[in-house]
């Protein structure tokens, strides 16, 4: 089936079987990889990518559920010059990341719910990333680079 999607504001379109999964359209088709494949079972958000402004794990959605609506991957995240998002350098300065292989659903979820919740308490950020596991932080420096990134909006 023909699937046209906008991802990060360039139109993408091919022809992909009808099974074909949102994540691997973005990685196969458009070729932006920085979106992962962790488990193909919904339970690690290393795939999550916007849909629409909101955040989804793109292992649950199919190609054609996407067509003809715009996707962000974090790679669409950099401003002009590829300067990196606020959440993106508030990971980088609060040291967020280790691996970095959750790092970019992890940001994707974080920038979904700064977008609906400006100004989240921990505990809020906490149970906003609840779907997005990392193996190797421990959240702690995750949770303060979205708080930090969330601090540096508002000033």
Do not use: W
Request: hydrophobic share 40%.
């Amino acid at each position: 089936m023909r699937v046209s999607v906008t991802v990060n504001g360039s139109q993408v379109a091919a022809d992909v079987a009808d099974r074909t999964l949102l994540v691997h359209f973005v990685r196969d088709v458009a070729g932006l990889t920085a979106t992962n494949v962790g488990c193909d079972t919904s339970s690690c958000g290393a795939c999550t990518v916007l849909l629409d402004g909101r955040s989804v794990k793109s292992c649950t959605v199919l190609a054609a559920q996407a067509d003809g609506r715009e996707v962000v991957t974090v790679e669409g995240l950099a401003g002009e010059q590829d300067q990196m998002h606020p959440v993106q350098e508030a990971f980088r300065a609060e040291h967020g990341l280790q691996c970095g292989f959750c790092t970019p659903g992890m940001v994707m979820a974080a920038v979904s719910l700064l977008a609906e919740n400006p100004a989240p308490t921990e505990e809020e950020v906490r149970t906003a990333l609840e779907g997005n596991l990392c193996r190797c932080t421990g959240y702690h420096n995750i949770v303060r680079a979205v708080l930090a990134a969330a601090s540096d909006n508002s000033a």
